[in-house]
């Protein structure tokens, strides 16, 4: 185990911190008619090692986000062989690379977002002989040069080629908004693309602005330092 630094030494309590979470995010849901039911948090652990995830599942947390495959790799195969029900969303970019890789260990991938990947990723699933993983293709909301995803503009045209060229089953959409805007309209842009390419799911919202996400139709919020304290490193 590394050593904690002073401000990351104090073990949270993730089982409390999963209950205050569950809770708000079903106040959230109510407040605009929603069902709570129908929003999955997932927990996202990278940086965190296995006591800080074993915490989580000991409260009954199952759904898990990890952002690189190969930390994926070195924390998640041997809990998933001791719990059967947990979930693993890659929420992190993909390299064509890894694709078999991340076919082989991830339930979901929410960062689909280039022709090379649909691809690869349709090629690796069929090399293992397996289904391939269910899909969220990532929308770069906000048209950051530096950020993933597949402009708005471009999305609708994406998801329909990743479903009948590549035959893959892509059942939502991600976003990560920029940093120094207001989160609510990027929120309501994603919305708006899932349902008009009738996709179910919609994973945005982050520890800071789950609540928000919710209330504009979010049935996946990403949360890390909610639920675990803040990183190392
Ligand atoms: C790290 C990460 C999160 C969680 O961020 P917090 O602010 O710690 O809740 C959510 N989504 C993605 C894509 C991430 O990489």
Aim: with cysteine; glycine share 6%.
């Amino acid at each position: 185990m590394t050593q904690a630094s002073p401000d990351t030494a104090a073990v949270p309590d993730v089982a409390d911190n999963l209950r205050q979470l569950t809770s708000r995010i079903a106040q959230a849901a109510r407040s605009v008619d929603r069902d709570p039911g129908s929003i999955t948090l997932v927990a996202v652990s990278k940086k965190h090692d296995q006591n800080r995830i074993e915490m989580a599942l000991a409260a009954g947390h199952r759904v898990f986000g990890e952002n690189r495959v190969q930390e994926a790799e070195g924390k998640f195969p041997a809990l998933k062989r001791a719990y059967p029900d947990l979930t693993l969303h890659l929420v992190g970019p993909l390299q064509t690379n890894k694709a078999e890789d991340a076919v082989g260990l991830f339930d979901v991938i929410q960062s689909l977002d280039r022709e090379r990947l649909a691809s690869a990723l349709r090629k690796a699933s069929d090399k293992l002989g397996v289904r391939p993983p269910e899909l969220f293709v990532q929308v770069n909301t906000g048209e950051e040069t530096q950020k993933a995803g597949v402009a708005p503009d471009a999305a609708d045209d994406f998801i329909a080629r990743c479903r009948t060229t590549h035959g893959l089953p892509v059942t939502g959409v991600m976003a990560i908004p920029p940093i120094d805007e207001q989160p609510a309209p990027h929120f309501a842009l994603l919305q708006k693309i899932a349902a008009r390419n009738q996709l179910p799911n919609v994973s945005m919202g982050m520890s800071d602005d789950f609540e928000t996400a919710v209330q504009l139709g979010a049935t996946h919020v990403r949360l890390g330092t909610a639920v675990f304290g803040q990183r190392p490193g």
